[in-house]
Protein backbone atom coordinates (compact mmCIF):
# COMPACT_ATOMS: atom_id res chain seq x y z
CA UNK A 1 0.00 0.00 0.00
CA UNK A 2 1.35 3.34 -1.03
CA UNK A 3 2.08 5.66 2.04
CA UNK A 4 3.32 8.70 2.30
CA UNK A 5 3.61 10.86 5.58
CA UNK A 6 4.72 14.18 6.61
CA UNK A 7 6.47 15.63 9.86
CA UNK A 8 8.37 18.48 10.99
CA UNK A 9 5.90 21.32 10.75
CA UNK A 10 5.66 23.54 13.31
CA UNK A 11 6.20 27.65 14.69
CA UNK A 12 8.86 29.39 13.47
CA UNK A 13 10.02 32.87 13.49
CA UNK A 14 10.14 35.24 10.18
CA UNK A 15 14.01 34.26 8.73
CA UNK A 16 13.89 31.38 10.61
CA UNK A 17 14.46 27.56 8.54
CA UNK A 18 12.26 24.22 9.03
CA UNK A 19 13.05 21.04 7.31
CA UNK A 20 10.21 18.55 6.50
CA UNK A 21 10.32 14.59 5.92
CA UNK A 22 8.29 12.83 4.09
CA UNK A 23 8.18 9.33 4.81
CA UNK A 24 7.09 6.94 1.82
CA UNK A 25 6.39 3.38 1.72
CA UNK A 26 4.67 0.95 -0.68
CA UNK A 27 7.02 2.35 -3.75
CA UNK A 28 10.06 2.51 -5.19
CA UNK A 29 11.02 5.92 -4.45
CA UNK A 30 13.30 6.15 -7.38
CA UNK A 31 11.02 5.34 -9.63
CA UNK A 32 8.56 8.46 -8.94
CA UNK A 33 8.22 12.22 -8.66
CA UNK A 34 7.92 13.24 -5.25
CA UNK A 35 6.02 16.76 -5.57
CA UNK A 36 5.62 19.07 -1.90
CA UNK A 37 2.90 21.24 -2.51
CA UNK A 38 1.01 23.89 0.61
CA UNK A 39 -2.24 25.43 0.93
CA UNK A 40 -3.03 28.14 3.37
CA UNK A 41 -6.64 28.79 4.81
CA UNK A 42 -8.63 29.98 1.68
CA UNK A 43 -5.95 29.47 -1.09
CA UNK A 44 -5.54 27.40 -3.87
CA UNK A 45 -3.17 24.41 -2.72
CA UNK A 46 0.25 25.01 -5.13
CA UNK A 47 2.96 23.36 -5.41
CA UNK A 48 6.49 24.73 -3.82
CA UNK A 49 9.05 22.00 -4.99
CA UNK A 50 8.88 18.54 -7.11
CA UNK A 51 11.85 16.18 -7.75
CA UNK A 52 11.13 14.01 -10.45
CA UNK A 53 12.33 10.14 -11.41
CA UNK A 54 14.84 8.80 -12.89
CA UNK A 55 16.90 11.68 -13.06
CA UNK A 56 16.21 13.60 -10.04
CA UNK A 57 15.57 16.95 -11.54
CA UNK A 58 14.07 19.68 -9.67
CA UNK A 59 11.26 22.10 -10.25
CA UNK A 60 9.69 25.05 -8.46
CA UNK A 61 8.17 28.35 -8.20
CA UNK A 62 9.90 31.83 -8.13
CA UNK A 63 8.57 32.53 -4.96
CA UNK A 64 10.52 30.09 -3.08
CA UNK A 65 13.79 30.31 -5.47
CA UNK A 66 16.75 30.03 -3.27
CA UNK A 67 14.95 29.61 -0.39
CA UNK A 68 13.66 26.05 -0.76
CA UNK A 69 15.15 22.78 -1.85
CA UNK A 70 14.16 19.81 -2.08
CA UNK A 71 16.03 16.49 -1.27
CA UNK A 72 15.93 12.36 -1.14
CA UNK A 73 17.19 9.90 0.49
CA UNK A 74 16.43 7.02 -1.29
CA UNK A 75 17.81 4.50 1.47
CA UNK A 76 15.62 6.12 3.95
CA UNK A 77 12.48 6.18 1.51
CA UNK A 78 12.03 10.05 2.70
CA UNK A 79 12.32 12.80 0.76
CA UNK A 80 13.07 16.38 2.13
CA UNK A 81 11.80 19.89 2.46
CA UNK A 82 14.61 22.72 3.64
CA UNK A 83 13.22 25.66 3.81
CA UNK A 84 14.98 28.49 4.81
CA UNK A 85 14.62 32.58 5.44
CA UNK A 86 10.95 32.14 6.08
CA UNK A 87 8.18 34.32 5.63
CA UNK A 88 4.73 34.56 7.02
CA UNK A 89 3.35 34.31 3.60
CA UNK A 90 4.86 30.93 3.73
CA UNK A 91 2.11 29.45 6.74
CA UNK A 92 0.21 26.66 5.45
CA UNK A 93 0.05 23.59 5.60
CA UNK A 94 2.50 21.45 3.45
CA UNK A 95 1.54 18.07 1.71
CA UNK A 96 3.83 15.71 -0.13
CA UNK A 97 2.19 13.18 -3.08
CA UNK A 98 2.88 10.87 -5.58
CA UNK A 99 3.15 11.09 -9.84
CA UNK A 100 4.57 9.73 -12.50
CA UNK A 101 6.39 13.14 -13.18
CA UNK A 102 6.32 16.33 -12.08
CA UNK A 103 3.41 17.44 -13.29
CA UNK A 104 2.26 20.93 -13.46
CA UNK A 105 -1.21 20.22 -12.27
CA UNK A 106 -1.53 18.66 -8.98
CA UNK A 107 -3.99 16.87 -9.83
CA UNK A 108 -1.93 14.12 -11.08
CA UNK A 109 -0.60 13.72 -8.17
CA UNK A 110 -1.88 10.58 -5.77
CA UNK A 111 -1.44 9.06 -2.54
CA UNK A 112 -1.56 12.15 -0.36
CA UNK A 113 0.02 12.80 3.46
CA UNK A 114 -2.09 14.23 5.80
CA UNK A 115 -0.13 17.42 5.94
CA UNK A 116 1.83 19.24 8.28
CA UNK A 117 1.39 22.57 9.69
CA UNK A 118 4.21 25.39 9.00
CA UNK A 119 3.13 28.67 10.68
CA UNK A 120 5.88 32.16 10.27
CA UNK A 121 4.84 34.31 12.75
CA UNK A 122 6.78 36.93 15.39
Known amino acids: QVQLVESGGGLVRPGGSLRLSCVTS????????IGWFRQAPGKEREGVQCINSGNGEIYGPDSVKGRFTVSKDSAKNTVYLQMNKLKPEDTAIYYC???????????????WGPGTQVTVSS
Open 26 to 33: GFVLDNYA
Open 97 to 111: AIAEFCYSDYSRFDS
